[in-house]
């Protein structure tokens, strides 16, 4: 069903952050892992995160959820996860399906996984490769892609591993199944990605260490054979459901928005650091921390924003807000250029063709590159008036909804429902701060 946003003169309000994304998948997975119970509050309810506690269930875990955004976990504990009795399908998450290879390869189960169509376009071979290195058996084809069967194995080796891409889900995976492995298990990075998987392992009780090699590479370590233990936490607030909201409170005439509890970490703050340097002047206030991270409340008014070129050295963090800095850059004065961000053609569209297409079917110039894209920026009069092929890509939905709050014509996309995969209140969200978003 096609939906539409129309231009509003004014987006205000506060905003309580959902749940982050990235911590709630792991609360779920390490808490179902664990010795004892875990609590958690602020969990995002999307999809993604209740097919990941849908598959620990089916491998043994206890998870129930006991009210809004409230779950307890009970973990399996020093008998481990056992062989689920149907198909674990993952939907849309890459990172569920990712982590939990992860997990599965140092236990003594075969599981069947599968996904959405998106999902089984996406390649999988990049953390498939590392842990068959440890002792994982599987029956992807040679393309590595779901559906497939996996054998995880007790007797798992631990190896010394340097992704050949920058992605915190393949360092993710070889660290999960380093738990279970013999001896020490080592991921060196050359560029430090999202580090929830470190810190929130170190929350429930486990020792990692970290070293910075003379190249500037990260390696972090860990030794095999170690217990999680149950905790009690809050979910911090996701930077990149976040960003969608900032974004529409910078482009609006008269915008005024505050989206509260923002977890602030550096390995997620691209988005927000380029927005400042195209001139956002964002405010931002101490909050607390909340599972080890710490919390900002952010602030968002008009601001007339200028192209820039996109330093190489923030794409890592901020590789999923990539669609909205496009529209920030659409209604932006002069150009901006982004390259290095190869690794958006595998996300869960190819996000590099996706945002060219939105941008140019709304009347702007925009080139298409190998690792990127360059925006022509409209100077506040984007056209607008098209109507966006979102791709499955809830990320690419919800950039353009926003894009259509300021434009000077409506814009619509062709589906909104792959939204609750990862930010099931944004339609709600978005008419709290006055959008006019309708199918």
């Given at each position: ?61 206890m998870v129930t959820r006991t009210g ?84 995880g194995s007790k007797t798992l080796k ?282």
């Amino acid at each position: 069903m096609v939906w539409t946003s129309h231009p509003v003169k004014r987006l205000a309000g506060a905003i309580r952050a959902p749940g982050d994304k990235s911590c709630s998948h792991r609360a779920l997975i390490f808490g179902g892992l664990a010795d004892g119970e875990s609590r958690f509050t602020g969990l995002l309810e999307g999809d993604d995160v209740l097919r990941t506690g849908q598959a620990m269930q089916a491998m043994g875990a206890m998870v129930t959820r006991t009210g809004h955004g409230a779950w307890e976990v009970t973990g399996v504990g020093s008998k481990g996860l056992a062989s689920p009795k149907g198909v674990l399908d993952f939907g849309n998450s890459g990172t569920g399906s990712r982590l939990l290879m992860g997990v599965m390869a140092g236990h003594d189960l075969t599981a069947s996984l599968t996904g959405d169509a998106s999902l089984c376009s996406r390649p999988m071979n990049r953390v498939l490769n590392p842990l068959r290195q440890m002792g994982l058996k599987d029956t992807a084809g040679q393309d590595g892609k779901l559906p497939f069967t996996l054998t995880g194995s007790k007797t798992l080796k631990a190896i010394r591993y340097a992704p050949p891409q920058a992605s915190a889900q393949v360092k993710s995976a070889v660290l999960l199944a380093g738990l279970n492995a013999e001896g020490e298990t080592v991921v060196v990075e050359a560029k430090a990605t999202r580090d929830h998987t470190e810190r929130m392992l170190q929350g429930f009780g486990a020792t990692l260490s970290f070293k910075m090699e003379p190249s500037g590479a990260h390696e972090i370590a860990l030794k095999g054979g170690q217990r999680l233990q149950g905790l009690d936490a809050e979910i911090p607030g996701d930077p990149s459901s976040a960003a969608f909201l900032i974004a529409a409170g910078l482009l609006s005439p008269q915008g005024d928005v505050t989206v509260e509890g923002v977890m602030s970490n550096p390995t997620r703050s691209g988005f927000y650091d380029v927005a400042d340097m195209m001139g956002a002047g964002l405010g931002a206030e101490e909050r607390g921390e909340a599972a080890g991270e710490r919390l900002i409340d952010l602030h968002a008014g008009y601001a007339g924003l200028k192209g820039i070129a996109v330093p190489e050295r923030l794409v890592a963090s901020m590789i999923d807000e990539f669609p909205i800095l496009a529209v920030l850059a659409a209604f932006a004065t002069g150009e901006t250029q982004v390259t290095g961000a190869e690794e958006l053609r595998v996300k869960e569209s190819d996000r590099i063709g996706a945002v060219v297409a939105m941008l140019r079917v709304n009347g702007v110039g925009v080139e298409e590159t190998e690792d990127g894209f360059t925006v022509q920026g409209c100077a506040g009069l984007v056209p607008g008036g098209g109507l966006v092929e979102t791709r499955h890509d809830h990320r690419i939905a919800m950039s353009a909804l926003v894009m259509g709050t300021s434009a000077q014509k409506p814009v619509s996309v062709d589906d909104v429902s792959m939204i609750d995969t990862s930010y099931p209140e944004f339609m709600g969200h978005m008419a709290t701060l006055g959008a006019d978003i309708r199918s």
